[in-house]
């Protein structure tokens, strides 16, 4: 049985779509200081939408960083009151010159929408939005309380969310949250994440000599930055993909076995995913453990980037007197960001070798979290997906951080429901991301159902 | 007794200065394309004023990269013909916001004089051109024959010279070069270098997925490039600074012990060598070494700086699909580039880690050198210095580079005279690259007692 919202949504993909791509060309980079406005402009778009589907209370929020963007509709006394969270935030777009259409221009190819944000999480989130004004438009009324909080800073951290919701503000008091910022374990395979990876991110600071020197005339005397990071790096992990930090597996709690042989009997093709998805020369992680093991239950750590030095075409034969790495470090439950934290910046300083100095400083940080599944927001979940894809849901976790998850979990109580349409070609986080536009519609629906089935009254 | 020319050289001293600034006003970077016809403006600059002191067929040879300048004056039958040599292209000026006056606005300071290519070295070979214009202006003729051939490839590597020399043209033909780009070893010590380093410049590239990942949904599964750059770097040197290539030692013909007596009557402080030209918390190099032995007779390996990935403000959780490092190694004698570069390739193939693509590229390489003390352009020279400076001559060698000068042995047979004036903290290749100037006045001076020396009639 199609309910009424979800005819009215099926009747108007098309105008949703262009929305959505207004939407994608505002390039709200919130990591770089030169998209300040453009962040800015996302937001404001975003509040006079919720205002015009009939939210209320519509405003933003200032934080110290890019402001947040709160509605809510509560007039369903005795029902429950979903937060429905979301970020209009992107990650930059470089390197420019691989992507195959501007990131700013989203671009319609194979049935994708390709742009900056499509999928993470502009797409996802705007898919809130249009089951929102669906059921208002088809009921006049929503089948259940609704808050919505948006953010601008998750690529960044997000601070700013983070200590509104630890002041327990009564703008999120709510039963539940539901978040669209993963995606399906394969297409057309209806999937709730219930785990999310947690991490740190670092930056290690080397000092050598007090300016930078000629190579030729200091090369066997002066301390080279880079070469003391590559030492402190190489003893950071081995070539198994093993972390070599004492103590950091100490507090991991395993999956189940029966999360475990769930995932067994997932649809994977590790030399499917080794091609398609990475394309690397062969798969790497520690010895012992599955590729989803891998990437869902086990730390791991990666180095993003090293600025110092030359990094021009052609030679320049200096020493530098700094040089840096940006590490991060994934989570799995129960390691905590400061005891990790704590664990890596005493072994750096202790691994240090002579000559330099050593700062490790902690960026940002996020909790990992484990939902569980018994709970009757994943239930109801479940029985939505059923109704628009036809199969049985599976029950995931992603390797990805969404901390969020993990603060409302801690100062709110409230469970997630990860309802994610992405699919894991998506590319994000790097050039030619998109989104499935068939996906983008069924994942409305599946919202749509979600609220009414929480709302229904045996539930009440 | 002073010569006329030396007079002459005395009276002209400011303008000779500023004529210098002139000079450094253009910013002759020559690994930076956008900087390609300020690199030919120098040259233009330096062809006029030899044409307008004097010097005959002066003219451009055009190379497939930057031209070199050429002069000559040969009226001097029977006398010795010497060929000066210097460069006119500069290093890149970043990091730009540690410079305490811009880079290309020459500002005298404590008796010095600021700016990139003030001693490396525009300013040193400008030393070269006023004082034939001090010998020319005194007697109207040369005390010898002499060819002047400047580059403007020197800081990325010298092919077009290179070329040059290799093909033995008749515009090279002479008894001895002049060459001063080289340093003293304290103030007011004159000094000789009679021994350089060669070198072998390259990049490693390192691929792992084929495009920029995610490290959430990745990590654990995806290799890191930047994680396989430290792993390999690590391999590369240890904490000693011993460099770990399988026979890289094995060709190295040691200093003399009377060479090595020499060095350790040399005037050097270890402490406040450390304190003010290095300023790092230790000295780092090999056990067992001076540091006088480690940067000038041992081989040393250095990294320059490591392209990829995200190296902006903030986070960005990439995992990129490749990542570079510039790595280079000095030679000392009797190692040659082709080799060390072999057994460097071959090396870093066989310990690169696991999931990754490696590519070893040579970007430019030179010769080491040693010059006999007993030729008597070097005994000539050391009567010059010993005139102006009042001191007896030390013979030193540099850790740096200075290809031509083994070009120069290899294809022409000339001995070099490297009669330098720069001092140990002028910041070569650094932000506040300075030029003593009274170093450049002696220099002068002691460069036009020189070729009046070698063109005396007991020496003919």
Redesign the interface.
């Known amino acids: 049985m199609t309910s009424i919202a979800t005819e009215f949504a099926r009747q108007n993909q098309s105008r949703f779509l262009e929305e959505l791509k207004s939407l994608l060309r505002i390039p709200s980079v919130s990591?770089?200081?030169e998209h300040k406005s453009d962040v800015r402009r996302a937001a404001e778009v975003l509040a006079a939408e919720l205002a015009r589907i009939g939210m209320e209370n519509v405003r933003l929020i200032e934080t110290a960083g890019h402001p947040l963007v709160y509605a809510d509709w509560l007039h369903a006394p005795g029902k429950p009151t979903a937060l429905l969270y979301g970020h209009y935030d992107v990650?930059?777009p470089?390197?420019l010159d691989?992507w195959l259409s501007p990131p700013f221009e989203p671009t319609e190819r194979n049935g994708n929408l390709y742009a900056r944000g499509a999928v993470d999480d502009k797409g996802q989130m705007y898919m809130h939005v249009k089951a929102l004004e669906s059921l208002l438009a088809a009921g006049k009324a929503l089948p259940l309380n609704v808050r919505v909080i948006l953010e601008g800073e998750e690529?960044?951290?997000g601070e700013g969310i983070a200590a509104f919701v630890a002041s327990h503000p009564p703008e999120l008091q709510a039963d539940f949250a539901l978040v669209s910022d993963t995606e399906m374990f394969a297409p057309g395979l209806p999937t709730l994440c219930v785990g999310l990876?947690g991490?740190i991110?670092t930056e290690i600071e080397v000092r050598?000599?007090?300016?930078?020197?000629?190579?030729?005339?200091?090369?066997?005397?002066?301390?080279?930055p880079?070469?003391a990071?590559?030492?402190?790096?190489?003893?950071?992990?081995d070539?198994s993909?093993k972390i070599l930090i004492p103590g950091i597996y100490d507090n991991i709690v395993p999956p189940s076995s029966e999360e475990l042989a769930a995932w067994q009997s997932l649809p994977f093709d590790e030399e499917h995913?080794r091609q398609t998805?990475?394309?690397?020369?062969?798969?790497?992680?520690?010895a012992g453990y599955s590729?989803l093991e891998?990437?869902w239950a086990?730390p791991?750590?990666?180095?993003?980037?090293?600025?110092?030095?030359?990094?021009?075409?052609?030679?320049?034969?200096?020493?530098?007197a700094k040089?840096t790495?940006?590490v991060?470090i994934?989570l799995v439950p129960a390691m905590t960001p400061a005891e990790t934290f704590a664990r890596y910046r005493d072994y750096i300083q202790h691994i240090a070798?002579?000559?330099?100095?050593v700062d490790v400083r902690l960026?940002?940080s996020g909790d990992p979290c484990l939902i569980p599944v018994d709970n009757p927001y994943i239930q109801a979940a479940t029985a939505a997906l059923h109704e628009v894809w036809g199969k049985e849901t599976v029950f995931i976790r992603?390797?990805?951080?969404i901390p969020i998850v993990g603060d409302f979990a801690r100062h709110l109580k409230l469970p997630s429901v990860m309802m994610g349409f992405g699919l894991?070609d998506d590319?994000?986080?790097?050039?030619?991301e998109k989104f499935l536009i068939s996906n983008f519609y069924q994942g409305i629906e599946s919202i749509i159902r979600f609220l009414e089935i929480v709302g229904e009254p045996a539930r009440s």
Chains 1, 2 share one sequence.
């Open positions: 990591t770089l200081p990650q930059p470089d390197p691989e690529e960044v951290g990876r991490m991110y050598g000599a007090k300016t930078d020197l000629h190579s030729g005339m200091y090369g066997g005397a002066a301390p080279n880079f070469v990071l590559a030492q402190i790096i190489a003893k950071l992990k070539h993909g995913y998805e990475v394309g690397s020369r062969e798969l790497v992680g520690e590729v891998r990437t086990r791991t750590l990666d180095v993003h980037g090293m600025p110092g030095g030359f990094i021009g075409a052609g030679a320049k034969t200096v020493i530098p040089a790495a940006k991060s994934r070798p002579p000559g330099v100095d960026i940002h992603s390797g990805g951080s894991p590319n994000l986080h790097a050039p030619n």
